[in-house]
């Protein structure tokens, strides 16, 4: 109240009087981590302002900050949190704190033009995310120690093989020792050197992945063993004994263009390659009272946000009238008829399409393609004559960037680039691909959130018992009954196909199964 604080707990008879006026619209209240206020039981009528989220808007790049790290920004006047202080003290101080925080951090928000963004998309989703996390998603313990064995047999396997190319055992894991038999023993060339060896990044194995049948198998090795130090073994101990699922964390508050990421276990890095991805989604499972997992995932989003971006006819015309857009890329680019359009054809004008949303250079796609330098610039070069939109929307939104030094997605989110002024060409290279590929991701990952607040509500509204369990990437994964199970997907359409009216579609996959590999 002013200038003085106070520390009400729960139970007490202040807490009785206190509590039920969050709910009164009348009174405006402020927080810092609005999820935590949801997990310990805040209510999702409360009026309640997330200065930590407003934060993160106003400049992502200081993601979740805590009270003392937002008051040394925006209050660097303010005195800071003493160290000293008990916890009592400190949260007492803290909110006092907060409470000034919010009408300075929320005058940038305006000023940005991002209360639209924070009302009606970010503030909503806390509660979105709360309830997921909750909610958790059951684990099929028999069935994850069965991959886990077929996994450790096939990590043997691959030993084996990998032994038998090098013709001698060796530590597979030991950069020196395998930079000595790829590059002394075996003849590769080499690309770097350190103190320590040879490199034997990924970036080097890739690069040599054709030149020798040694390197594909060290490549699928580390996959699997990634795989399953990250999964196989550590989800295990991530259940929760009492309700046998496995609640991940969501972050709202971590990536530059607005994405969504969870943490404890990641599930934004499960493979999207078939065999080994299915290996992770099949041991994830409907709980008891389910009888399915239905996953709804966008279409090509990013691409058909590019079309609506760029207005290129080629992409506008391909989307339209629901044509494959990488086989029509190809006809373009490689100047054939859409039916003489090879599997080989059609894999390379992806690589182009998606490598042309992340700002990919000549030689990262000579890498992706295992072909020369010379020959990715030519595709890149053929690529822009045919498709003169996209290059037009390129450029103008680098000249932008440069000229303000930022640039916004579709729905106004905001990403600072302060290197795009370096002197250093690395640095400006770096911001230039990040203004190309910015409003883009950013545009898909407003779209998801709003689509995931408005299926919740949709769900909720119906009474329905099913329920959203996680976020992947363009991915939404539900919790359905054999009952449900048409409405939900009748819901999923409306929020997720119609949330946003662009130039060109905006479809929907949807499947189910008994697990989330059937469903995939």
């Known amino acids: 109240t002013g200038d003085e604080n106070a520390v009400v707990e729960s139970g007490s008879e202040a807490w009785d ?3 039920p006026l969050l709910e009164d619209a009348s009174l405006r209240w402020v927080t810092i981590d609005l999820k935590s206020f949801f997990h310990v039981g805040g209510s999702k009528e409360a009026h309640v302002e997330d200065v930590q989220l407003a934060a993160y808007l106003a400049d992502p790049s200081i993601g979740t900050a805590d009270v003392e790290q937002l008051r040394s920004i925006w209050l660097p006047s303010a ?3 003493s160290a000293d202080e008990d916890e009592t003290e400190k949260a007492a101080e803290g909110a006092g704190i907060v409470s000034k925080l919010w009408p300075v951090i929320f005058e940038k928000l305006k000023g940005y033009d991002m209360e639209k963004l924070y009302n009606d998309m970010e503030k ?5 995310l709360a309830e997921m996390e909750e909610n958790g998603i059951y684990v099929n313990r028999g069935r994850l120690s069965a991959q886990a064995e077929a996994v450790g047999k096939k990590l043997l396997d691959l030993e084996q093989e990998i032994y038998t190319l090098a013709k001698h055992p060796f530590n597979i894991n030991s950069p020196k020792q395998l930079g000595e038999v790829l590059f002394d023993e075996l003849g590769l060339p080499a690309q770097k ?28 090795y580390r996959l699997w063993m990634k795989l399953k130090s990250t999964y196989l073994d550590s989800i295990g101990e991530l259940i929760d004994s009492e309700t046998k699922r496995v609640h991940t964390t969501f972050n709202q508050m971590v990536t530059a263009t607005g994405r969504l990421s969870s943490s404890d276990p990641n599930l934004q890095n499960i493979p999207v390659r078939k065999e080994e991805g299915r290996i992770i989604r099949e041991f994830f499972e409907p709980g008891e009272g389910y009888d399915y997992l239905l996953s709804a995932d966008y279409s090509q989003i990013e691409l058909r946000i590019l079309a609506h971006l760029s207005q290129d006819k080629n992409f506008v015309n391909a989307f339209t009238h629901d044509e494959d857009i990488h086989a029509r890329t190809a006809s373009e680019v490689f100047g054939v008829p859409m039916e003489d359009v090879t599997s080989e054809l059609r894999r390379r004008a992806k690589a182009v399409n998606f490598g042309i949303v992340y700002g990919i250079s000549d030689y990262g796609l000579s890498q992706d393609l295992g072909i020369s330098r010379k020959d990715a610039a030519g595709y890149i070069k053929s690529y ?11 450029d103008g939104t680098v000249s932008e960037a440069h000229e303000k030094g930022y640039v916004t997605t579709l729905f106004g989110r905001r990403r600072d680039l302060p290197q795009i002024h370096s002197k250093n060409f690395t640095q400006r290279s770096l911001a230039e691909r990040m ?15 709003l689509a995931m607040v408005a299926a919740y509500r949709a769900i909720k509204d119906a009474g329905l018992k099913s329920r959203i369990l996680l976020q992947v990437h363009d991915e939404l994964v539900i919790e359905t009954t054999e009952e449900e199970l048409s409405k939900v997907q009748e819901i999923l359409r409306g929020a997720m196909e119609k949330i946003v009216s662009l130039s060109v579609p905006l479809p929907i996959d949807i499947h189910y199964g008994k697990n989330w590999a059937e469903a995939k």
Do not use: W
Not at 193 to 212: D, I, M, P, Q
């Open 17 to 19: 009087i206190l509590y």
């Open 435 to 449: 203004a190309m590929n910015t409003p883009i991701q950013g545009t898909a990952a407003d779209i998801i959130k």
């Open 193 to 220: 050197k350190t103190k320590t060896g040879y490199s034997t990044n990924a970036e080097v194995l890739n690069s040599l992945r054709y030149v020798h049948p040694i390197v594909e198998k060290i490549l699928e």
């Open 384 to 394: 822009f004559e045919k498709c003169p939109g996209v290059k037009s929307f390129i």
């Open 124 to 128: 909503p989703l806390v509660a979105v």
């Open 79 to 81: 005195p800071a949190i």
